[in-house]
């Protein structure tokens, strides 16, 4: 059992994506009593049992499809020979509780530069996990980066080399505009919680002119945020990093990035 808990513990940490199956309650003859439990990764592996044959396959299918819902299930499974649906011929019956077992929402950085650095330690304290990526090992190391898991990935292989989803907040700053134009093609259209690419204005624009002439439309553009970061009057990178996961924060939670102060003087009807 330890081992079992370990398992559990050592896939949140790597970020993995697993699902807990836990036999909540029994009725007549079942393969396992209540209390039996199985992990489901998000790759099918497993590991524990829950009863093995057809129930087992079923758990393990409906724990995907939780996965992929990222919500806990309640699911009851029959092994009533001749009932309709009847999983088996044990006789009775199965409740099995799935919940999802996700890792934080990721701040997935592209490029280990200065800023980087300093995004990464403040994503980390926002509570977000981290992920940083970058085609040179030898700025991906622990001392750059204390804490946040950090992936070798070539720019032109971003799809096919990361996990991309609806927890990612993905953050391109890497060293050169080609890479951070490279990276941004294939992240346009990808069901990520949030997406800004650092850089001026000029910089911007002309971006996403090569972007529209490619044949993104503006609706794919508008879900951008670039330049990113709240105005905050940001310059050295510390400052920037600030901005960038204070945006983050604004957009997932649903805040205005108003000082609070002015919202407290407009309710009270105050000008100004």
Same mark, same amino acid.
């Given at each position: 059992?330890?081992?079992?808990?370990?398992?559990?513990?050592?896939?949140?940490?790597?970020?993995?994506?697993?699902?807990?199956?836990?036999?909540?309650?029994?009725?007549?003859?079942?393969?396992?009593?209540?209390?039996?439990?199985?992990?489901?990764?998000?790759?099918?592996?497993?590991?524990?049992?829950?009863?093995?044959?057809?129930?087992?396959?079923?758990?393990?299918?409906?724990?995907?499809?939780?996965?992929?819902?990222?919500?806990?299930?309640?699911?009851?499974?029959?092994?009533?020979?001749?009932?309709?649906?009847?999983?088996?011929?044990?006789?009775?019956?199965?409740?099995?509780?799935?919940?999802?077992?996700?890792?934080? %929402? =990721?701040?997935?950085?592209?490029?280990?530069?200065? *800023? &980087?650095?300093? #995004?990464?330690?403040?994503?980390?304290?926002? /509570? @977000?996990?981290?992920?940083?990526?970058?085609?040179?090992?030898?700025?991906?190391?622990?001392?750059?980066?204390?804490?946040?898991?950090?992936?070798?990935?070539?720019?032109?292989?971003?799809?096919?080399?990361?996990?991309?989803?609806?927890?990612?907040?993905?953050?391109?700053?890497?060293?050169?505009?080609?890479?951070?134009?490279?990276?941004?093609?294939?992240?346009?259209?990808?069901?990520?919680?949030?997406?800004?690419?650092?850089?001026?204005?000029?910089?911007?624009?002309?971006?996403?002119?090569?972007?529209?002439?490619?044949?993104?439309?503006?609706?794919?553009?508008?879900?951008?945020?670039?330049?990113?970061?709240?105005?905050?009057?940001? %310059? =050295?990178?510390?400052?920037?990093?600030?901005?960038? *996961? &204070?945006?983050? #924060?604004?957009?997932?939670?649903?805040?205005? /990035? @108003?000082?609070?102060?002015?919202?407290?003087?407009?309710?009270?009807?105050?000008?100004?």
């Amino acid at each position: 059992m330890e081992e079992f808990y370990a398992a559990i513990a050592e896939a949140l940490r790597a970020g993995e994506r697993i699902a807990l199956a836990t036999v909540v309650q029994v009725e007549g003859s079942t393969p396992r009593n209540a209390g039996a439990q199985m992990i489901v990764w998000d790759t099918g592996r497993t590991l524990g049992t829950v009863g093995g044959g057809t129930v087992e396959a079923c758990v393990i299918r409906d724990s995907l499809d939780a996965l992929r819902e990222g919500g806990p299930v309640l699911k009851e499974y029959s092994l009533e020979g001749g009932q309709p649906g009847a999983l088996g011929v044990c006789g009775g019956h199965a409740q099995v509780f799935i919940q999802p077992l996700l890792p934080p %929402e =990721t701040v997935l950085i592209f490029g280990a530069g200065h *800023v &980087a650095q300093h #995004l990464a330690r403040a994503a980390a304290a926002a /509570g @977000l996990g981290v992920l940083v990526v970058d085609d040179r090992p030898e700025f991906l190391t622990s001392e750059r980066f204390p804490g946040a898991r950090t992936q070798l990935v070539s720019f032109s292989d971003v799809r096919t080399s990361l996990c991309l989803d609806r927890r990612t907040h993905a953050v391109i700053v890497t060293r050169s505009h080609a890479h951070d134009e490279e990276v941004l093609e294939q992240l346009i259209d990808q069901p990520l919680a949030y997406l800004g690419v650092m850089g001026s204005r000029t910089k911007v624009r002309l971006m996403f002119q090569r972007l529209r002439q490619a044949g993104y439309s503006e609706e794919q553009l508008a879900h951008v945020h670039a330049p990113i970061g709240l105005d905050i009057g940001a %310059e =050295t990178p510390a400052e920037i990093a600030v901005s960038i *996961v &204070a945006e983050i #924060l604004q957009h997932r939670n649903g805040g205005t /990035g @108003l000082p609070l102060s002015q919202r407290a003087r407009a309710a009270r009807g105050e000008e100004g």
